[in-house]
Structure formats: C-alpha cells, structure tokens
C-alpha cells in the first residue's frame, strides 16, 4: 500500500540555524500539506500546496517557512532560522482533494 | 472561525467496555469530517470519516454518525481493546483544504 515517508525522523538543531524537512508523497496525489504539533498540544495546519503553488497558509506559516517540491516527487519544508518555539513534531500529508494522508513525522528539537 | 472541540482525557476503560468520545464542531460551511488516530510513536492514521449529514463512518469496529442538528460527530466502539490505546483526534475539513484539528483524547484501556 502506498504511503507517505519522511526524513529525517529526528532531527536536533541549534537555534537559528536552517533546517529541510522531508517528505515523498504518494505519487499520484496533488494535493500537499504540512501541519505540526508540539508536544502535548493539538495539531496545527501550517501550509498546504497544490499545482505547484502554495493554495493556504496559516499565521504560523511566517516568512521564515517555506516550502518547495523541487524535483516532481519530493516536498519540503524550510525553517530558515530555527528558533526554540519551533520544536515540535512536523507532519507532512499528500491527499486526492477528499483525504489526507499523514506520514510518520519529523520530530526537530531545537537547542 | 471554524473548531473542533473533543472531550478532555484520559479516558480509561476496562477492556471490552463500551466507548464514547465525544466530539462538537463549529463552521460555517457543510464540512467533511474525519477522526484520526495516533498510536504510540507513530504518525497519524485516518480511522473514519463522513462528508455530509446523516452519514455514518466506520471501521475497525468504530463508529461516528455526522449530526448536522446537534453539530457532532461523536466516536464509539461497542467493546474496546487494548489495542485500541491511542490518542484519538476528531478534524474537519471545510473546503477540502486544511484539516481543523481537536485537542486530541488520549484512551488508556487496562486488561
């Protein structure tokens, strides 16, 4: 069965430093979201990107977020500047516009 | 703006009790509505979902029904395990684009 991965699955950084986050997927989706939870908090949407294009973001999706599917399968997300408040499990989904599907998680803590 | 509000955990159960978490919502379109569930460690599985009024979701033994009138989408199950121990988030979707997540209900079940 098809399924979205991410990489790393952990990843410790300092602050201020930029981090990639990855993910692959499910190749014939064309919709794409990353969403993030910190600990013991509820899931946040953060951005989603369809036909190439960022279709919705939220307020925590500031200029120092970005995202990028550079190369027809992958889609990443960019912290530029890490700070302490961004550590959190990061979560990408692909979906067909009906469902999401959510890979395993990136969890980043930032030091 | 649109929410979800679900009941506060934990919740424990003795295995094979009956299982009611509750979930409430607010939007101002006909959403689509979903409950996800989190096992220890993993990332986010869709357990259920239900697009329009009256429609039931199942699986796995779990069951939501989407009430317009009373604006819920309560999840139970008739006889719990213990490998249902998760945490169990009720989401909706307006628009098909970002999903709008509850707090999340942790559910402990002791043998």
């Known amino acids: 069965e098809p399924e979205v991965t991410q990489t790393p699955s952990h990843q410790v950084t300092q602050m201020g430093q930029e981090v990639i986050l990855r993910c692959v997927p499910i190749?014939?989706?064309?919709?794409f979201y990353w969403y993030r939870q910190i600990l013991g908090q509820k899931v946040e949407f953060l951005v989603s990107f369809y036909n190439n294009e960022i279709s919705e973001k939220s307020e925590i999706f500031d200029d120092q977020f970005s995202v990028e599917r550079p190369d027809g399968s992958n889609f990443t997300l960019k912290i530029r500047s890490t700070k302490l408040e961004d550590s959190a499990m990061y979560f990408c989904?692909?979906?067909?516009?009906?469902?999401?599907?959510f890979g395993p998680g990136t969890r980043l803590t930032v030091t | 703006g649109d929410s979800v509000t679900q009941m506060e955990g934990p919740v424990t159960l003795s295995e094979e009790a009956f299982l009611t978490i509750n979930c409430t919502y607010t939007?101002?379109?006909?959403?689509?509505l979903f409950w996800y569930v989190q096992y220890p460690g993993e990332g986010l599985q869709l357990l259920l979902k239900?697009?329009?009024a009256d429609d039931k979701g199942s699986n796995k033994g779990f069951e939501a029904t989407y009430r317009k009138e009373t604006t819920s989408f309560h999840l139970e199950k008739g006889s719990v395990q213990v490998s249902d121990s998760a945490v169990y988030f009720c989401a909706l979707s307006d628009r098909g684009y970002q999903l709008i997540w509850g707090a999340g209900t942790k559910l402990i079940i002791k043998p």
């Open positions: 239900a697009t329009k």
């Open positions: 989904a692909s979906g067909d516009g009906y469902e999401q599907y």
């Open positions: 190749s014939n989706h064309l919709y």
């Open positions: 939007a101002t379109g006909y959403p689509s």
